[in-house]
């Protein structure tokens, strides 16, 4: 069966520090990897999402990058942490190719910028 | 994708059907009609999806009208731990989806 990671659970950062967010897919090969963003009462907001090894699309502009080094790792990431960041950040995956039945959401990370 | 609607809040009575309505009155003929819903501090959990015909697992049905232009999630018996917040949410193609505000379902013991 299918199992997705994300890590850590929780995190506070200060405003400018760096940030590094994982998440990791097991039991499936070539998965669709996205991430998304919940600010504190709000909807969930798509920020990336991959279909492949070093494939990248961003659907919001802002100081967040995403990085997808191996097939089933997806790394979000931020040089400098503004305030704004502060929300529950939310790792995806779905079967990759053709249409898009499910997709399966995992734990999440609640970051705080202070 | 087409637009949804939905109501912002519902209560429902535990034991009794929660019934969620949405509109998608711009839905086209090759779009699904996914359900999916968020209890408080988890990630979204899929529920069912349906292109025309009515459908129904374990979890719950999900009735289309014949112009699919709206739907109706059923719950047939509501718990309290399905207090979550629904989103409704029409989709073609391999593109990420696109979640709305949803409806927040409380029930009510």
């Known amino acids: 069966s299918q199992t997705i990671h994300q890590w850590p659970a929780t995190l506070v950062q200060p405003v400018g520090s760096p940030l590094s967010l994982e998440c990791t897919v097991e039991g499936t090969s070539n998965p669709n990897l996205y991430w998304y963003r919940q600010a504190a009462g709000r909807g969930l907001q798509l920020l990336f999402y991959?279909?492949?090894?070093?494939?990248i699309s961003s659907e919001v502009p802002q100081n967040l990058s995403a990085s997808r080094p191996q097939d089933r790792q997806f790394i979000l990431s931020s040089k400098k942490l503004l305030l704004s960041d502060s929300g529950f950040y939310l790792c995806?995956?779905?079967?990759?190719?053709?249409?898009?039945?499910?997709?399966?959401f995992g734990p999440g990370t609640r970051l705080t910028v202070t | 994708d087409a637009k949804t609607t939905q109501p912002t809040s519902m209560d429902c009575a535990e034991g009794r059907a929660a019934n969620l309505p949405c509109n998608h009155s711009?839905?086209?003929?090759?779009?699904?009609v996914y359900w999916y819903r968020q209890i408080h501090s988890q990630g979204p959990q899929y529920i069912i999806h349906g292109l025309k015909n009515n459908e129904t697992n374990e979890m719950a049905s999900l009735i289309i009208t014949e112009d699919r232009k709206s739907s109706t999630l059923i719950l047939p018996h509501a718990t309290l731990r399905d207090t979550a917040v629904y989103y409704c949410?029409?989709?073609?193609?391999?593109?990420?989806?696109?979640f709305g505000k949803g409806t927040r379902l409380s029930v009510i013991a």
């Open positions: 711009t839905i086209s003929g090759n779009e699904y």
């Open positions: 949410i029409s989709h073609s193609g391999n593109t990420p989806l696109v």
């Open positions: 991959s279909v492949g090894i070093g494939q």
């Open positions: 995806a995956w779905s079967l990759g190719g053709g249409q898009i039945y499910e997709q399966y």
